[in-house]
């Protein structure tokens, strides 16, 4: 173990953290909205929509999240005469990095729509009927009842997958993204130190993990005012 | 439609069809993903007993562990123990006077870094099964005269697999989809096949879209054997409804 490499890799390194973050925040706020979507379809009540949000969730929780980033970058780019002709061949569909902040919404969006839809179900119904004896009307038991509660209740898991965001991120590097992942990757290829570069990739991503769900839990004890000891 | 029956043929199983190289690598799959499994549950069993018996030292090693397996990408893994061992094992033989280079099977690699990455999942699912068991069952058993071990054995291990079944069925989920990623140090299973066969012929998306439908068909037939397993197990307790 040579303990220069690891600190030299590791200031190389922090350039890469920027783009993965780049990569997993705009994927986590589409998919957080799609998800949304899906829970709603899932739990309307229509047979048919219902039907699509399983299936979606089906497929893209029983794929490798590579089939699917390989599927839209390459698969996909097989129509480009389509894309072509309807304007999105230069940008998104050519373009590596929006294929793969694609991808990682569709497929985050998959699990976060159970994560909504347990939440929402986890709500107890003693609280909105006292809410409606209270006169309050649908929309109102929606916003003040029901949804504060349901993001409590969902927060938990919702860290863990914003965790298994951050890990899949580095998938990105297979389709030429550099990020973390990457960019270790190719000093290995320089350097063939692949303990000291890979050590101070895996110490990056557990940082920024920790600052993950560091920050998941802060914002639980914000959420959670009652659940405090007084002081 | 032409362009359909064309894409279908490249799935055929005769001349110029992959269907037969796909079935393989479907079999690779399975094979993959079953070998780092069963060595994944060995890992994970014996580093949850580390963890619930063991002394100080062993249950931080333990929590290092499981906790660089849960934070580390599954990619990072893979990639520090297929280009870290050579270096590693060529550094012992050199050591012992051996100059000659040695390469690890990539099968071998690829089973030994999946099976690494479950067992980490795994110690928390038995960790936690193990301490679901009441201890007024431990004490009986002791009770009876057994001693530790055939505490573990007769009384722990059996309740052990009965609630560990759904986790470990969401282990065997993860394991399948992240075989693919071996596919980056040159296994021939779904991913690595559907990436040759999308070169050769510069058709991706047919490729793509069959390993991803063989994937879901595995996911689903595998979910149903666990289903059967849990009912197995659960046939001596009874249920409310």
Not at chain 1, 18 to 25: D, F, H, M, R, S
Not at chain 1, 109 to 134: D, H, K, M, N, W
Not at chain 2, 182 to 211: D, K
Request: hydrophobic fraction near 55%; charged fraction near 15%.
């Amino acid at each position: 173990m040579d303990l220069d490499l690891i600190l030299q890799t590791f200031g190389k390194l922090i350039g890469g953290a920027g783009t993965t973050i780049a990569l997993i925040v705009p994927a986590l706020m589409l998919g957080i909205v799609l998800a949304t979507v899906l829970a709603v379809m899932r739990m309307s009540g229509n047979g048919l929509l219902s039907r699509l949000a399983r299936g979606y969730v089906f497929v893209f929780r029983g794929t490798p999240l590579l089939v699917q980033i390989f599927l839209i970058y390459f698969g996909l780019g097989q129509f480009s005469a389509l894309w072509k002709s309807l304007g999105v061949w230069d940008w998104p569909m050519r373009e590596a990095f929006p294929c793969a902040v694609i991808a990682f919404a569709l497929n985050t969006a998959a699990y976060t729509s159970e994560i909504i839809r347990g939440g929402l179900l986890a709500v107890p119904f003693g609280q909105i009927e006292a809410a409606r004896a209270c006169g309050m009307s649908r929309l109102t038991v929606f916003r003040r009842i029901t949804v504060p509660i349901a993001i409590r209740q969902a927060l938990p898991a919702y860290g863990n997958e914003v965790i298994l965001m951050v890990k899949a991120s580095s998938l990105a590097s297979i389709i030429t993204i550099m990020e973390i992942t990457g960019i270790a990757k190719q000093i290995n290829s320089q350097t063939f130190a692949p303990f000291e570069v890979f050590t101070a990739a895996g110490i990056l991503y557990l940082a920024m993990n920790f600052v993950v769900a560091m920050g998941i839990r802060g914002v639980e004890w914000k959420l959670t005012p009652h659940m405090r000891r007084r002081a | 439609m032409q362009g359909l029956i064309d894409s279908l043929k490249l799935m055929s199983f005769g001349e110029g069809g992959w269907g037969y190289q796909f079935l393989l690598a479907a079999g690779m799959t399975i094979l993959l993903s079953t070998a780092s499994y069963i060595f994944g549950l060995v890992v994970g069993l014996i580093a949850a007993c580390l963890k619930v018996w063991g002394g100080f030292v062993l249950r931080g090693l333990m929590e290092i562990y499981t906790t660089i397996i849960r934070g580390v990408p599954e990619l990072l893994i893979i990639y520090l123990l297929f280009f870290g061992n050579e270096a590693a094992i060529n550094a012992i033989l050199g050591m012992m006077g051996i100059v000659e280079p040695f390469r690890l099977n990539e099968f071998v690699i690829g089973v030994f870094a999946v099976g690494l990455i479950s067992g980490g999942y795994a110690t928390e699912v038995f960790r936690g099964a193990i301490q679901t068991v009441p201890h007024g069952q431990i004490e009986a058993g002791k009770a009876f005269g057994m001693h530790g071990f055939l505490t573990f054995r007769r009384i722990i291990l059996p309740q052990t697999i009965r609630l560990a079944l759904p986790g470990l069925g969401n282990i065997w989920q993860l394991i399948l989809k992240d075989t693919a990623l071996v596919s980056v140090v040159g296994v021939t299973e779904l991913m690595r096949i559907s990436q040759v066969a999308a070169r050769s012929t510069r058709e991706p998306f047919p490729f793509y879209i069959t390993a991803a439908i063989l994937f879901l068909v595995i996911t689903t037939f595998s979910t149903k054997l666990f289903r059967k397993a849990e009912a197995h197990y659960d046939r001596s307790v009874r249920r409310a409804s």
